[in-house]
């Protein structure tokens, strides 16, 4: 069993930013892929971000281009998300997962493992 814990969700004002982060225990695995995804009051989970081992292949939907950064310390098991310049659209619940093995992708069924998801609300 994989365990992912959470942390860093919280209340920014529009403009601000805020970390993530999502330490992983129990089994390990020699590759994995781990990924953030989001679900906001009323709608779907969607993918935000995504990271391969190595941490060589970043992944990011387009709306937080530019803005948001992935990246994993695998020494640790933790996977980070910083998100700056926040904007109102992106409250929501925030999910770490992981899929063991190779790839990058972005559909939550590829998924196996998943956090408890903190509350992320940005006021405008």
């Known amino acids: 069993q994989v365990h992912l814990v959470e942390s860093g969700g919280g209340l920014v004002q529009a403009g601000g930013s805020l970390r993530l982060s999502c330490a992983t225990s129990?089994?390990?695995?020699?590759?994995?892929?781990m990924g953030w995804f989001r679900q906001a009051p009323g709608k779907e989970r969607d993918f935000v971000a995504a990271?391969?081992?190595?941490?060589?292949?970043?992944l990011y939907t387009d709306s937080v281009k530019g803005r948001f950064t992935i990246s994993r310390d695998n020494a640790k098991n933790t996977v980070y998300l910083q998100m700056n310049s926040l904007k109102p659209e992106a409250t929501a619940v925030y999910y770490c997962?992981?899929?063991?093995?190779?790839?990058?992708?972005?559909?939550?069924?590829?998924?196996?493992?998943w956090g408890q998801g903190p509350q992320v609300t940005v006021s405008s």
């Open positions: 997962a992981v899929r063991p093995g190779v790839g990058a992708p972005r559909y939550d069924y590829d998924y196996d493992y």
């Open positions: 129990g089994r390990t695995f020699s590759t994995s892929t």
């Open positions: 990271i391969t081992w190595s941490g060589g292949n970043t």
